[in-house]
């Protein structure tokens, strides 16, 4: 009943909106937009510049790694003081990966992951008209696209950006002489973030009420596709979990600039005895990862989400399992929330703790593992049809597995004590959210690219980018393991100080090349990208003969999604190859009626005047056979 | 037609500004002294370079297009001939075959040959309960990586798209998924009960008195070590009381302080108990002893402790690695600064008997400069109560 209040609402609405027009300028179509596809694809352009930003410092340090003792006179052309005779500095080379890092995470997989396809998929997968608060949503992406400058920004002051890790642990962040990075750069980067989490608030409300209160008629929460369940529950544990970071910064401003001590005490910095007395860092690290661990789910979901809705259209099969997928999304939701103190095993917080967030950390793979299989069962029989999208699902799927694996090393605390902070480390999370949630979001704009910019992008580039990325990660990360099991800690400027490292020279070097390979293939995919916005081949109404609501809305792009009524859902999204339908697929607004041939009772189980339709029309069917 | 040309106006855009680029540089090394030749003749060369490796992309961008452009012609002709166009399907199945048999033959090389290049046998008595851990834990999850990737491509490979087949309908099927949800749980649970009595173990909280107590404090960016004097006691600390002198703050009021012992390198005696009392005057720290599976971070402010039993000798490990130059060594592990990565200390790990000489080499922290200071701190403070608090804020 409520669904179709709301429905009609939106209709009423746009009759209006086409009563009163407002004239369309190019500041209030491109710019100031309040169109959920527009901002879709700001969040998406602005998410990819960052990544290339994000690539760029990678490499930069990863050639520091591969050559610690070379000099570059190009580096020092570049960067001037940071790279003094061609090489790196130590501090910059830390200002390196705390940016890398932050810009990766919250910029590229939050914002650029969630803010795209929460604004380009759930008002039309679930057949609203726009976003709940239009308004709010343009917010949210000004406030990210502030907090990304005021990012940038943070390599233009003297001292340089931010260098104490991207969980900028205090006392190095909060003691502005620690560390030249700690001085103005540290600033910036807390005004950054506050920014940003509000961006992410503001979105993630909207992402919110718009899933619970403008869904169409006939879609609910069970008919809903698997990319909505994961966008939704992904800003449910951002706005419950950001806020805490909130509250983190604050107290981390406070004691930089207005002499508390919420997280100092005892502190000798420099041969000088400071006045801070009786806080402690470890309220911070509880703090920062109430945040950062949701974080990482936050960063995963919406590629999960993806990949499972890719991999069942591009199988012309239903996903395997689509209850499983969403209560193991809501079971990982829920647990999220109690594991963050895994990431805190050795920092001497109490080992009773340990063992319980153990338990937790250990619990929550379950509902991953769960997922791994019901992926996999989806492609058994199969007809697989090998779009980009659908290989960067499986390359998702494939990360995570390996990523994954190793997460059961890093959450038994007593392995953790040796693996903790070393390269292993590094190897896991960029397996298991780092690559895989990039190739989830490349999915993404592979399979959604037809909707944005109403153009095809080019396969074969696809297929090129695709290989070499992929190969490339996994020569990337997976000999980090091994530097991991010798011990080797991440965050070093250079190994070669120890010569009992001498032997991983030669793999550094070997990474080094693999990530500048893989980061050259991007360049396959930003030409691909922009050549098919402006040259792409025209795409047809639904290139991928896919089930979902976006599909049925018109190829041009109209405020308020559908021209006339919002179609009427009437089925789950994934009936591909039914048996006795014509077609592989049968679209989420065809109702059962039309589809006499392929129903099944199971299609009934909430509607007892369709079940008994159904029986009729068999038993019809019967008795004509049997008169045959 | 586009695509070539578009990376041929690149092309010759990029040429353009890099050498107007290289043309300004010229310029302004003309401008400057002589002095500056050598310089701008190195940077010349670095254009070059630049430019080489610029020009190295372009020609395999343009290698590229030509083949795309080969694929087009190859497949246009396919359909005005009347057969079938390239199948990428079966060419990208294929290559997912091909991608697994070698994927898995790369990982099978990188854990024999880099796995073989981890860590000795663990040299403390906890760290081979966690070895055994995981081990434990690798090959359970070898299987799964192995099972689960094979059958990821492999189902990629088989089921590949084809204009004659439909996909079976499957939505659900509540005994596999059950299966599948109670066989990790099971798993997990062992993995999760083995680890924590192994971290139980480890922590061991219960007992934290060992043979010998050693304090280590991390700053910017050394470690200092504390050794307890004949006493065996360790004397107490006062942040507040740290001067260029006394540089761990050292309450010498502590009687138990006044024949401690700084040194320079972690010597321990083998199979006794070792508790490392960790410090951090600073900022954040991380003791990291990986040939001992041990690590606590050092707090500032929050003191932690890791106790442990080093097992092996350094010569012992010495002729076992075949290594006459190893040594074991602490790492700090926690970023905190520029030169993290260059905070070492050498542990040595020697019989009772060498242990007993060395320590009785070691100096003492109460140095006859610090001496001095003290008493003329004593004076001072003799003369008048309101200055000594004075003193003692200020320090």
Known sequence: MSTLAVHDHGLVHHEEGHEHHHKATFLNTYVFSQDHKMIAKQFLITGITMAFIGMLLSLLFRIQLAYPDKSFPLLETLLGRFAPGGRLSPDFYMSLVTIHGTIMVFFVLTAGLSGTFANLLIPLQIGARDMASPFVNMLSYWFFLIASIIMISAFFVEKGPASGGWTIYPPLSALPTAMPGSAEGMTLWLISMVCFIGSSLMGGINYVSTVLNMRTKGMDLWKMPLTVWALFLTAVLGVLAFPVLVAGVVLLIFDRSFGTSFYLSDIVLNGKVMPFEGGSPILFQHLFWFLGHPEVYIIIMPAMGISSEVMSVNSRKPIFGYHAMVYSLIGITVLSFIVWGHHMFVTGMNPFLGGVFMITTLIIAVPSAVKTFNWLATLWRGNIRFTPAMLFAIGMVSFFISGGLTGIFLGNAALDINLHDTYFVVAHFHLVMGSAAIFGMLAGVYHWFPKMFRRMMDERLGYLHFWVTFVGAYLVFFPMHFMGLEGVPRRYYAITEFHQWDHWLNVNTFITWSAIMAGVAQLAFIFNFIHSIFWGKKTVQNPWNANTLEWTAPIEHVHGNWIGEIPTVYRWPYDYSKPGHEEDFIPQDVPFSQTMSSNLPHDFEDNPEGLEEFNKWTSTQKANEEVK | ?395
């Open chain 2, 1 to 395: 037609m586009g695509f070539r040309k578009l990376i041929t106006s690149k092309k010759s855009l990029l040429l353009f500004a890099a050498s107007t680029l290289l043309g300004t540089h010229q310029l302004m090394a003309q401008g400057t002294t002589a002095a500056a030749t050598p310089d701008a003749a190195g940077s010349s060369g670095m254009w070059i370079g630049v430019l080489y490796y610029v020009l190295i992309f372009l020609v395999g961008c343009v290698c590229l297009a030509i083949l795309g452009k080969i694929l087009k012609v190859y497949d246009l002709t396919l359909k005005m001939q009347g057969k079938k166009p390239i199948n990428w399907n079966t060419i990208m199945g294929i290559v997912c075959l091909i991608f697994i048999i070698a994927g898995m033959y790369g990982a099978y090389w990188s854990l024999t040959v880099q796995g073989s290049m981890s860590l000795p046998r663990s040299a403390s008595a906890h760290g081979v309960d966690i070895d055994n851990m995981f081990n434990l834990t690798t090959i359970l999850t070898l299987i799964v990586f192995v099972i689960t990737q094979v059958l990821l491509f492999g189902f990629a490979f088989v089921y590949r798209g084809s204009e004659k087949r439909k996909a079976y309908f499957l939505p659900h099927n509540n005994t596999i998924e059950k299966v599948w949800t109670i066989i990790p749980a099971i798993v997990l649970t062992i993995l999760v009960v083995f680890g924590f009595f192994t971290w139980q173990t480890v922590e061991n909280s219960t007992n934290v008195k060992g043979d010998l107590n050693i304090d280590i404090t991390g700053h910017q960016f050394a470690w200092e070590l504390r050794y307890p004097g004949p006493d065996g006691k360790l004397g107490a600390l006062n942040y507040t009381l740290t001067t260029g002198l006394n540089k761990l703050g050292i309450d010498f009021k502590d009687p138990n302080s006044l024949d401690d012992l700084q040194a320079d390198t972690l010597v321990l005696p083998v199979n006794k108990s070792i508790r490392l009392n960790i410090h951090a005057q600073d900022v954040i720290h991380s003791v990291f002893m990986p040939h001992f599976r041990l690590q606590q971070n050092a707090v500032p402010g929050l003191p932690t402790f890791f106790k442990f039993i080093p097992t092996i000798t350094t010569d012992q490990m010495r002729a076992e690695t075949n290594n006459p130059k190893f040594e074991y060594l602490l790492y700090c592990n926690k970023i905190c600064g520029g030169i993290h990565y260059n905070m070492q200390k050498v542990v040595r790990v020697v019989s009772q008997a060498e242990y007993q000489d060395w320590i009785a080499k070691q100096k003492p922290y109460l140095t006859d400069q610090l001496k001095q200071q003290l008493k003329v701190a004593a004076a001072k403070s003799a003369s008048g109560q309101l200055s000594s608090n004075k003193l003692a804020l200020n320090n």
